[in-house]
């Protein structure tokens, strides 16, 4: 199934929804076009009971360039000063949460570089594989801005604060295999098998228990805000709502009949 969007490409494969960025002339970078069809097919594929697993990856070489720049060239060139507060609410403050946000595992598929709010994106998904073809730079400090689109958020609870704030205020561009030693992607795999090495990792999440998925992924988001006490608390209450699933009773009968269990995500 293929739906239609300008700036992305949607298809279903099973129970993995990908969602391509696909303006590979750009290598993918964003415009607020783009933005707004990222936030409504990740709201829909959230949103559909059959999707189980997003992947979202980039079209051609790029992964995503970060804000096109050229959508605000000519005003810089008039002598204007755009609003980019508004810019940014108007658009990053909308996908970005609705990324995070999404009760299906999602993984970013980096293929090629990610840059400024390409980062961002990559880092609002809950998995990164990177091809051995990525690159990943904070691209903000290089035209004098702050690493914006979540990434002065994101960044640090990924790699640390040290290397976030050493990768802001440098820009430096680094490897996969350098992204991986710090954390910021979680594996490389080679560029000839990286799109059926996505593939297998994102069909074996698609079968797992997708509401348990949900559940903890939002749990681990507000951890870090949560004293012991009120975590605890968090954790019997989301555990009572699995308890009442589908794939909690068939995963504790496939033990006791000791077989592979087949969970439906309900
Ligand atoms: C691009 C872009 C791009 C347009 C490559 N735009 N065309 C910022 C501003 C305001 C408000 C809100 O928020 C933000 C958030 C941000 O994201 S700031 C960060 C914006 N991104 C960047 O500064 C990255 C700019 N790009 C680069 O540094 C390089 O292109 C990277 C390191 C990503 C890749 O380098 P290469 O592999 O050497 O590719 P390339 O530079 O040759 O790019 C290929 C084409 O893509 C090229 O066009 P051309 O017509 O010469 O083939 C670039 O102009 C174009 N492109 N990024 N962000």
Redesign the pocket.
């Given at each position: 199934m293929t739906m239609a969007y300008e700036q992305i490409a949607v298809s279903r494969e099973g129970a993995v929804e990908w969602i391509t960025l696909n303006r590979p002339?750009?290598?993918n970078?964003?415009t607020a076009t783009m933005s707004g069809e990222i936030e409504a097919a990740f709201g829909a594929a959230g949103g559909d009971q059959q999707v189980r697993c997003i992947v979202l990856t980039g079209e051609g070489r790029?992964f995503c360039?970060?804000?096109?720049?050229?959508e605000?060239e000519a005003a810089y060139r008039a002598g204007d000063r755009p609003d980019?507060a508004e810019?940014?609410r108007n658009s990053y403050h909308r996908m970005i949460p609705v990324l995070v946000r999404t009760p299906k595992p999602v993984i970013a598929a980096i293929n090629g570089?990610a840059?400024?709010?390409?980062l961002s994106l990559a880092l609002a998904c809950d998995l990164r594989v990177a091809s051995e073809e990525a690159r990943f730079?904070q691209?903000?400090v290089?035209?004098g801005?702050i690493p914006?689109?979540g990434g002065s958020y994101l960044l640090p609870r990924a790699v640390g604060y040290p290397k976030a704030l050493e990768l802001s205020i440098s820009g430096d561009?680094i490897d996969a295999k350098t992204a991986l030693e710090i954390g910021l992607v979680s594996r490389v795999v080679p560029a000839v098998s990286f799109r059926d090495d996505v593939s297998a990792l994102a069909n074996k999440l698609a079968a797992m228990p997708t509401l348990a998925i949900a559940a903890t992924k939002s749990l681990l988001q507000g951890s870090l805000a949560r004293t012991l006490d009120e975590a605890l608390e968090e954790e019997a209450t989301a555990q009572a709502a699995m308890g009442q699933t589908h794939d909690h009773v068939e995963g504790v009968n496939a033990f006791a009949e000791k077989r592979e269990p087949r969970f439906e995500g309900r």
């Open positions: 002339d750009r290598l970078a964003l790029g360039a970060g804000q096109d720049l050229t605000f980019i810019h940014l570089v840059a400024g709010a390409g730079t691209a903000f290089k035209i801005l914006d689109s561009l």
